[in-house]
């Protein structure tokens, strides 16, 4: 079985791989051309919490901007944290810069080319440097993301759901394994999740290894990979705080620990789980000013939801960092929504 799965899903993946920015195509690859480990691994920690459409933008200006991983070391904290603004989970983007800098000052600018190598690398996980050893270096690494539990999930029908169900997921994707063509066998999964064994409506009849799908066999191939039913996120309330100055905006710096660490962001008051109510709000407020209600925003994070009343005024402030409004775009997500919303809803 593993002989011939291979072969259906490899020679389906020279067909039809994706043309992908970080990637060197498979009749390429046959030709001794060879990815850029930077390249590589930026894509895939830009992934890790995103699509590929998403994620593939911001790849492009990174790339333009710090074309090689010692470009990026050499850049501020803040323009890279600016840079990364809209691909959420900043630790990632304080880890990217750990990364580059331990490898253009510890290594000369040159990855490691093997799994463990990658692994003594700061801020770079065991899927990262699976991914970066198979695809970049040719290392027989056993690479398993969402798109390759599914696929493994549907193959052989596994029923304990995830997340419980991850180790075995990873046991069958090691033993599918093999010395020849590991980065373009761990390219061809991922492409096989993403295009075909979709999570809904997954198109089996365009599947290569369809006739050793376990799961299609029982006939309700979507309902794996089996999961627990998730809890619901927790809501919290807090204030934001529009203070302007003329055609400048009070930021402040976030602390470097934490969501969101590093970062700029409007003043806000802590997040909770009750409303604040009109006098509270008064009181965390950065500045003693004319303060009024400008509406309020709603932003969703990975582990809870959030309300963010608006309070807005004209004032000065100490202890902040003035910006113009046409440079609020850097902010994080729920700021620049904040941001806007409170510059334009003058209630």
């Known amino acids: 079985m593993t002989a011939d799965l291979r072969a259906s899903l490899m020679a389906w993946y020279d ?5 992908l920015p970080w990637r060197v195509r498979p009749a390429d690859h046959a030709l ?12 895939e920690v830009m992934l890790q919490q995103t699509t590929v459409p998403h994620a593939t933008p911001y790849f492009l200006k990174f790339t333009a901007r710090w074309p090689t991983v010692s470009d990026l070391a ?24 750990a990364c580059a800098r331990a490898v253009a000052g510890d290594h000369g600018g040159v990855f490691p080319d093997r799994e463990e190598g990658l692994r003594s690398l700061p801020g770079l996980g065991p899927y990262t440097a699976a991914a970066v050893a198979a695809i970049a270096f040719d290392r027989p690494a056993n690479v398993v993301d969402g798109n390759v539990e599914r696929v493994m999930a549907r193959l052989f029908a596994v029923e304990p759901p995830l997340p419980d169900a991850k180790p075995e997921l990873k046991r069958l994707a090691a033993a599918l394994v093999r010395d020849q063509r590991p980065g373009d066998w761990a390219q061809a999964l991922m492409d096989l999740g993403a295009t075909v064994c979709r999570p809904k409506q997954p198109l089996c009849d365009r599947c290569p290894v369809a006739a050793h799908c376990a799961a299609l066999a029982t006939g309700e191939p979507e309902t794996y990979p089996r999961r627990t039913a998730k809890a619901e996120r927790p809501h919290r309330y807090g204030v934001a705080y529009v203070l302007t100055r003329g055609d400048q905006v009070a930021l402040v710096r976030r602390p470097p620990k934490g969501l969101l660490g590093g970062m700029l962001a409007l003043p806000t008051s802590d997040w909770r789980a009750e409303r604040w109510s009109e006098a509270e709000a008064l009181s965390a407020a950065p500045a003693d000013a004319s303060w009024r209600r400008v509406g309020e925003v709603e932003h969703g994070f990975t582990h809870f939801t959030l309300t963010l009343q608006l309070l807005r005024a004209e004032g000065e402030a100490d202890g902040v960092i003035w910006s113009p409004r046409r440079d609020l775009d850097g902010l994080p997500s729920v700021f620049l929504k904040a941001a806007r919303a409170g510059l334009t809803n003058l209630l």
């Open 15 to 19: 067909e039809n791989a994706r043309d």
């Open 32 to 43: 001794g051309v060879r990815a850029d480990p930077y390249r590589v691994w930026l894509s």
């Open 74 to 97: 050499n850049e501020q904290d803040g323009d890279v944290m600016a840079a990364w603004a809209g691909l959420g989970y900043y630790a990632r983007a304080r880890n990217l810069l």
